[in-house]
């Protein structure tokens, strides 16, 4: 029996949703490719598409957006579970708290469990975001776009059109991402016949991690403990000689630049491109690579999506605080897409292990 510690190269399912050519740098959303997709699309068509496996024309279009709009709600009992719950306890725990009291859905999942999960997810984040903040709550409204009105709720007025289109390409190039952790992690929960609300919290426990969803604000640490270009060489240096990983670094699929940071910079250029934060961070990203290639030449490491998360996520002005609970409003859209397509020919999921404990530990009095 041969062991693959952490599943490396281990394909456990067939999927129709996402398709990632680690070699060649592209990814692929039901055959488009997910950085066009990023500039032509809206995110509420992108779901549909990840979703239902085709784009929304027409009648359909009106009918899905009147859906998901329709879906938003705010209620008393959210708002007040939203305030009970203590300030020392994270973001995205409140997130799992007051989702799983929406309702008790049962399996296999429906189309408006699917909706109501996703639009509850920016709601319940930007209510709280504001409660923390001391400014009062703001609800949803039915007439912006998703992204549009995410950033609504956040900040009390309307958004500029180019800090809702940094967003929408954004939420765009982070709704899915193929069996990933905390992806897998909703398929396995799916695959119990247990219910959507609790295949979603599980997954954002796994996105949690400072090594997955948590990255982003791990680079934001970590470009400001650097501060100047000049310590740049020498405090990644000590990190790599320490035996540390650089953030926003490295991936199991990729062997070369992660499409959507590419995709990312550019949407960042757009914004900050006379920045010094925004120059700093790409000097950083050269010497990082440059040494990655020193210590670890065999490794292939290049730059992931969670290095110019941070960077466009800062250029629309949200704060660091928001950048993993913003990935969970998008990463929301793959996660249902997964759950969907496991409880359509579900198998429980049920690997192997293999023992290498004592076979006959005798029990002593
Ligand atoms: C993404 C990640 C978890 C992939 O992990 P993985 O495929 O399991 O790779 P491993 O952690 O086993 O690392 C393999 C080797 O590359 C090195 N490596 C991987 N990412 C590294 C990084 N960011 N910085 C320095 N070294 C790194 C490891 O030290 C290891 O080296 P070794 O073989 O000499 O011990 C990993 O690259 C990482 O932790 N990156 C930093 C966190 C991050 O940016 N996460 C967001 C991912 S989108």
């Known amino acids: 029996m041969q062991v693959n510690p952490g599943l490396e190269g281990v394909v ?75 300030e020392r306890i994270d973001m995205l725990s409140t997130l799992r708290s007051v989702l799983v009291t929406m309702e008790n859905p049962d399996w296999p999942p429906t189309w408006e469990q699917a909706i109501r999960v996703l639009v509850q997810v920016p709601i319940i984040i930007a209510a709280r975001y504001r409660y923390l903040h001391h400014k009062p709550i703001v609800p949803p409204r039915d007439d912006l776009s998703f992204a549009a009105n995410y950033l609504y709720m956040l900040r009390g007025d309307e958004a500029s059109e180019a800090h809702v289109k940094g967003l929408e390409a954004y939420l765009i190039l982070t709704a899915e991402h193929g069996f990933n952790a905390s992806t897998f992690t909703s398929r396995v929960v799916t695959s119990t016949e247990s219910d959507i609300l609790s295949a979603v919290v599980a997954a954002i426990g796994a996105l949690k991690g400072r090594i997955h969803g948590g990255a982003p604000s791990e680079v934001d640490d970590m470009l400001g403990e ?140």
């Open 12 to 86: 456990v399912a067939e999927t129709a949703i996402s398709h990632i050519d680690g070699q060649q740098g592209h990814l692929i959303y039901r055959g488009y490719d997910a950085k066009q997709l990023a500039t032509t699309s809206t995110f509420e068509k992108v779901v549909h598409l990840l979703w239902k496996g085709h784009f929304p024309d027409g009648e359909e279009e009106k009918q899905w957006l009147v859906k998901c709009r329709q879906s938003q709600t705010l209620s008393d009992e959210m708002i007040r579970l939203i305030q009970t719950i203590p």
């Open 226 to 365: 650097i501060g100047s270009i000049e310590r740049a060489e020498s405090w990644m240096r000590e990190k790599l000689e320490r035996g540390e990983k650089l953030m926003g670094f490295g991936h199991r699929v990729y062997k070369t630049t992660d499409p959507r940071a590419e995709a990312l910079r550019t949407v960042v250029q757009e914004y900050a491109a006379n920045e010094p934060w925004f120059d700093f961070a790409v000097q950083v990203e050269q010497i990082a690579l440059q040494l990655l290639k020193e210590y670890k030449p065999h490794r292939s490491i290049y730059t992931n999506v969670e290095f110019y998360t941070a960077a466009v996520l800062k250029a629309i002005q949200l704060p660091a605080e928001l950048y993993t609970p913003t990935f969970v409003v998008s990463r929301t859209a793959g996660w249902i897409a997964h759950i969907l397509e496991q409880a359509s020919h579900n198998r429980i999921i049920r690997p192997d292990s293999r023992y290498v404990g004592p076979k006959c530990a005798k029990i002593t009095k």
